[in-house]
């Protein structure tokens, strides 16, 4: 079964500069997509970023893009000119790209991250 | 327009009790999803449905029952309520094809006094 892990469970960073918070998985697959998710205080669940295991290129979506390690697992999210509306709690998750089977869609999510940001 | 939408966003009910939560998403997705959120902020993966056909069942007491009456529509019951289950439960859906996102719904916050 795959695992993911966030070792950092509560993250700080001042407002214009940048953090990077940490996760790693376990999984002897091959494809694979790995999100972030960020969850304000409000609860919803909203997608930041993508990355699909078989792309080299590291993804990127304005002032986020990840860092992505196939060979160690590791998957981190890089957050610049931070503002106050990123803060909330990120989760890192797993997703198999391997078709049917009953794990097919699931997604396995890491502990969480929370972000504080100080202005 | 509310993408996934579910009902009630609180719910706060006696032991014993048994109570549903609703969800309906006007995405045109053919797979919902429950993810249920502990006390801790754990989000783990409970049930799965692709074109109204259970796909996943994690390991879930038998007092939880997803019913997919459409492909808009995922709902859970829950039946003999205990303390335990007091989480937040949330409803996502995606169309499945590789790696495609999961929308997720506002989520529903159980309370079993």
């Known amino acids: 079964a795959q695992t993911v892990t966030q070792s950092q469970p509560e993250m700080s960073v001042q407002e214009a500069e940048t953090v990077t918070l940490s996760c790693t998985y376990d999984?002897?697959?091959?494809?694979?997509?790995l999100f972030w998710y960020k969850q304000p205080p409000s609860r919803q669940m909203i997608l930041v970023i993508r990355?699909?295991?078989?792309?080299?290129q590291n993804a990127t979506e304005n002032r986020f893009s990840v860092n992505f390690q196939k060979a160690a697992k590791s998957f981190s999210l890089k957050i610049s000119d931070s503002q106050l509306g990123d803060a909330a709690m990120y989760f890192c998750?797993?997703?198999?790209?391997?078709?049917?089977?009953?794990?097919?869609?699931?997604?396995?999510f890491g502990q969480g991250t929370i972000l504080t940001v100080h202005p | 327009d509310t993408a996934v939408s579910q009902t009630p966003k609180y719910l706060v009910t006696q032991m014993g009790n048994d109570k549903s939560i609703k969800c309906e998403q006007n995405?045109?997705?053919?797979?919902m999803y429950w993810y249920k959120q502990d006390s801790k902020k754990f989000l783990k993966i409970m049930f799965s449905?692709?074109?109204?056909?259970?796909?996943i069942n994690e390991t879930v007491p038998n007092r939880f029952s997803p019913k997919s009456p459409d492909k808009a529509h995922l709902n859970l019951h829950i039946n003999s309520l205990e303390l335990g289950d007091s989480a937040v439960y949330f409803c996502?859906?995606?169309?499945?094809?590789?790696?495609?996102?999961?929308?997720f719904g506002p989520g529903t916050r159980l309370t079993v006094l």
């Open positions: 990355q699909e295991a078989y792309k080299q």
């Open positions: 998750a797993y997703r198999s790209a391997r078709g049917g089977g009953t794990s097919y869609g699931k997604l396995t």
């Open positions: 999984t002897s697959e091959s494809d694979y997509y």
């Open positions: 996502a859906s995606s169309r499945e094809r590789r790696g495609n996102e999961q929308f």
């Open positions: 449905y692709n074109n109204k056909e259970l796909i």
């Open positions: 995405l045109g997705h053919d797979t």
